[in-house]
């Protein structure tokens, strides 16, 4: 067990529909990454956030956002939805920045069927 | 631009034979370098990684990388195969000790063959 939570664990809903992911770091860890799984382009980096300011953008559709919370559970927000959006989305977390260790902790993941 | 590329999506060895599973990245920078693990039906559990010093890093479950930099290598080794290492493993590198972006490999699928 990691210690980061994700729900839900799965998620079928249909194209246009909006859905949003929920994320609760490891206790004490400031850092939330949010990554895509998918089987034609591999696990991609989407965007972090640390101590809820946004602190790094990867290949986030702007269909897609993301926040995070004072108490530092992270949200992720997909809207339009499109079948190419089903995959497997993943939270990791991580300690505070400056004394990293160079470890992401990772959740089980959010899977999401769009039909 | 950094970015890893892993050689063979899917490799099978025999159970206590050597597994190899090829890494060679492209930084600008001195890069860290890290092995995830993907067991089925979990998220990624960080198996080692390089940040500096000693270039031979060994890692969880008898697992261990050498960094290479004339070969923009960090190829993953375990010498005996056990039936428990059947999983997905990934490659990636960081410019930042502080995971900014970490890239990721597509991943090479490792099954044991009994």
């Known amino acids: 067990d990691s210690g980061v939570t994700q729900t839900p664990k799965h998620l079928i809903t249909a194209t246009g529909q909006r859905v949003t992911l929920r994320c609760s770091p490891r206790s004490g860890d400031l850092s939330v990454y949010w990554y895509q799984q998918s089987l034609d382009q591999g696990l991609q980096f989407l965007i972090q956030?640390?101590?809820?300011?946004?602190?790094a953008k990867g290949n986030i559709l702007e269909r897609f956002s993301a926040q995070q919370f004072p108490d530092l559970h992270s949200e992720l927000n997909l809207s339009s939805l499109e079948l190419g959006d089903s995959a497997l989305y993943f939270c990791?977390?991580?300690?505070?920045?400056?004394?990293?260790?160079?470890?992401?902790?990772f959740g089980e993941g959010s899977r999401l069927t769009v039909l | 631009a950094q970015s890893v590329t892993q050689l063979g999506s899917h490799v099978s060895v025999s159970e206590g034979a050597l597994v190899l599973l090829r890494c060679n990245y492209s930084?600008?920078?001195?890069?860290?370098l890290f092995w995830y693990v993907q067991y089925p039906n979990q998220g990624l559990q960080l198996l080692l990684k390089?940040?500096?010093?000693?270039?031979l890093v060994k890692g969880i479950n008898g697992f261990e990388a050498e960094f290479k930099k004339s070969e923009t290598s960090f190829h993953l080794t375990k010498p005996s195969a056990h039936m428990s290492d059947a999983a997905e493993y990934f490659c990636a590198v960081s410019q930042n000790f502080g995971n900014e972006k970490l890239t990721f490999g597509t991943g090479t699928r490792l099954t044991i063959i009994p």
């Open positions: 990791a977390s991580s300690v505070d920045l400056d004394l990293g260790t160079g470890e992401l902790f």
């Open positions: 956030y640390y101590n809820g300011e946004e602190r």
């Open positions: 930084s600008s920078v001195p890069p860290y």
């Open positions: 390089y940040t500096t010093g000693a270039t």
